[in-house]
């Protein structure tokens, strides 16, 4: 049974640090496109980070520079380290998995082709 489980979320003042850990069992998705997404009250889910199988990554604009993105194949476990957090940044974040597609770059991939979601984990930054 394939299972992402997200830990690490809480609360922060604005400026400080998180480390979000998401644990995949019943697979190994060493091959697999692995993202970070969030979604805030009100508005869309949006990608945030994404790891490629050979450990490039993509990061969307208002995170760039802030949060890094990571994976302990060995482990099986996806990280988002995020710093210089801010109440922007509040949100639930979520962890997901899509299946290889060959010649085509994870940062391209749509959302509806990530399959595999944790339930996420939230994130709330005071200001």
């Known amino acids: 049974q394939a299972q992402l489980v997200e830990s690490g979320g809480g609360s922060v003042q604005a400026g400080g640090s998180l480390r979000l850990s998401c644990a995949a069992s019943?697979?190994?998705?060493?091959?697999?496109?692995m993202g970070w997404f969030r979604q805030a009250p009100g508005k869309e889910r949006e990608g945030v980070a994404i790891?490629?199988?050979?450990?490039?990554?993509n990061y969307a604009d208002s995170v760039k520079g802030r949060f890094t993105i990571s994976k302990d194949n060995a482990k099986n476990t996806l990280y988002l380290q995020m710093n210089s957090l801010s109440p922007e940044d509040t949100a639930m974040y979520y962890c997901?998995?899509?299946?290889?597609?060959?010649?085509?770059?994870?940062?391209?991939?749509?959302?509806?082709?990530?399959?595999?979601w944790g339930q996420g984990t939230r994130v709330t930054v005071s200001s």
């Open positions: 997901a998995a899509a299946p290889p597609r060959w010649g085509t770059p994870c940062y391209v991939r749509r959302q509806t082709d990530f399959l595999y």
């Open positions: 790891i490629n199988s050979d450990g490039s990554t």
């Open positions: 019943g697979y190994t998705y060493s091959n697999y496109c």
